[in-house]
């Protein structure tokens, strides 16, 4: 199984070349843009994309990534303790 977590792109180089920093839950990261970005990276600035191994896979909208977040944050708490 493979999971995406969201992202908010909030810098971007010269061209789709160049990695982008995304915020990932407060930590920035560079993310590969090339499957995203079809002209002017900077139309990225602002935008949510899904992020999956250090590409951004799809772009999203922002109540999209927030209930991904939120579904996240959910399994982090629950607890997978085995049952006796």
């Known amino acids: 199984m493979c999971i995406g977590v969201p992202?908010?792109?909030v810098a971007v180089g010269d061209d789709f070349h160049q990695?982008?920093?995304v915020d990932v839950c407060g930590v920035r990261r560079e993310v590969n843009i090339?499957?995203?970005?079809?002209?002017d990276p900077r139309a990225l600035l602002g935008q949510w994309v899904l992020v999956h191994v250090g590409f951004a896979m799809s772009l999203i909208d922002e109540n999209e990534a927030q209930e991904t977040?939120?579904?996240l944050r959910n399994?982090?708490?629950?607890?997978?303790?085995p049952q006796r």
């Open 7 to 9: 992202g908010q792109v």
């Open 19 to 21: 990695l982008a920093q």
């Open 69 to 71: 977040l939120a579904a």
């Open 75 to 81: 399994m982090e708490l629950a607890d997978f303790a």
């Open 34 to 39: 090339a499957l995203v970005c079809e002209d």
